[in-house]
């Protein structure tokens, strides 16, 4: 029970931003250096006789001439363009294989990634994007806050009588879960980490998120979940940076084009319904291709709105993903939900509960939302045309989940 006494600290806010492109409400310093500065992504067509990854796309070859043969043509294309072959992964989602190329000083990755798009035997290339997530300090420091707001405003309860998205696949692409808080202890059906070279251990951004979407109801701590009957896929492809001196807002978080991608193929393949990318940069052709396929296949997809790019940044400004941004007192965005996203009580890697504001926890209430729609609707054509706008264009959640078949015959109707 002592953790029911664990004070409630400073909140940590994750927006996502592009490096060099920070949206205006963010500190504008670029992200830490590092080898994915310098990288790019060239795409080579597989044959129709390419051998094929193992089920789980861990990104390996089988053995044999193929692998040799696809490894060859990269190296050539390496010394042709005058970069190094890093590494290799097998894309047969997309029918391409992805070989990853670090650029050296003299050249920028862009230059070398539009050469390499040129060149006859190349379907694509860019470079390998850095998004960043960064903090926004809120002036509380009390106890442990007892009242989420969509507990008030959505009627949360009322809402569980109906649903609790029992068995939703939820994949969370953002960085590692802390599965075995006391909250999420049970809800954690998968957990893979797609980022190399660092440490993998629990971190805030993704715990935060997680909580949001399907902490464990009644039992007597913490926060109760949006869908706390959903199962989470942890995908992990985002990393935390150590807080640095002059970054008052506490530690950043990171990702790559190449590990977003890898969790979105896992995503795919192991059939998540709802898949949650609390993020946002600058269009990438390789995650715009996943998208598409996993749109293609009835998959929800949502993603945080920035108010700091004019079109809301990617992945939210993608064809057919879901964006969500926090409510404010701005006037609605054409197209854009808005959800909670204002001093939100959730959980952290260290067993306790923190205050967080943001897109990102927005984003967390609506994949929570369409968890509870879509455990009464598993195919819906749509479920953001399903949601009902209430004053001020915020969700109306009992109205929403009621326009779903259910086989309650009760309301949610609020007073």
Known sequence: MASLRRSLALGLAMVFAAVGLASARDDERPASAGAGDRQILVMLESPPSHLRPDFDYGGAYGDGEGRSARLRI????????????????PMPLLGVDCFIMAVPAEQS???????????????WSEPLHLYRGQGEPIAHNDPLYRVQPAAKEWGLAELHQIATGRNVRVAVIDSMIEKNHPDLKGQV???ENFVSGRPAT?????????????ARADNGLGIAGLAPGARLLGLR????EPARADAPSGASTLCDSLSLARALTFAIVHKAQIINLSLSGPPDI???????VALGQGVVVVAAYDRGFRDGGFPASHRGVVAVAEETTDPPIAGVLN??????????????WLLVSGSSYAAAHVSGLFALMREHAPAPRSLSALVVAGPADRIDACATLLRTPSPCKCSCSRP
């Open 339 to 352: 959800a909670p996203g204002r001093d939100i009580p959730t959980t952290q890697p260290d067993g306790g």
């Open 202 to 214: 629990a971190e805030q951004h993704g715990t935060g998120v997680a909580g949001i979407i399907a």
């Open 189 to 191: 059906e998968v957990s």
């Open 109 to 123: 990755p862009e230059e070398a990634a539009l050469r390499l798009s040129r060149d006859p035997g190349v379907s």
């Open 74 to 89: 990269a190296a050539g294309l390496a010394r042709r363009y005058g970069v190094a072959l890093v590494s290799e992964w």
């Open 237 to 240: 492809a985002c990393w935390q």
């Open 286 to 292: 390789l995650l715009s291709k996943l998208l598409d």
